[in-house]
Nanobody, 118 residues
Framework: QVRLVQSGGGLVQAGGSLRLSCAAS????????MGWYRQPPGKQREWVAT???????YYVDSVKGRFTISRDNANNTVYLQMNNLKPEDTAVYYC????????????WGQGTQVTVSS
């Protein structure tokens, strides 16, 4: 069974930093793009960042210059380094991966809470 297992998150004051991790495990051949989404309380899930299998990165405008997405292909892990956090960053963060099993499917992590206090 393919799983994306997240770690990190927690409570931090505005201006602080957190690092999220997401590791893929199970039976799959390759991982294509990986990324991060978040869902603020009472709002829709929104895309945050993507890193392709070639290492190209993309960010939503609101986190540019503050967040950095990276990946460790040897360990099938994607990271999200979050600096200068703001209260509006408060959300449940989900990692996502496009993994090839018998086909290319979208898999999601379990989500982790990030709370930024004023």
């Amino acid at each position: 069974q393919v799983r994306l297992v997240q770690s990190g998150g927690g409570l931090v004051q505005a201006g602080g930093s957190l690092r999220l991790s997401c590791a893929a495990s199970g039976t799959f051949f390759t991982i294509n793009a990986m990324g991060w989404y978040r869902q603020p309380p009472g709002k829709q899930r929104e895309w945050v960042a993507t890193i392709t299998d070639g290492g190209n990165t993309y960010y939503v405008d609101s986190v540019k210059g503050r967040f950095t997405i990276s990946r460790d292909n040897a360990n099938n892990t994607v990271y999200l380094q979050m600096n200068n956090l703001k209260p509006e960053d408060t959300a449940v963060y989900y990692c996502a991966g496009d993994l090839r099993t018998n086909y290319v499917g979208r898999y999601w992590g379990q989500g982790t809470q990030v709370t930024v206090s004023s």
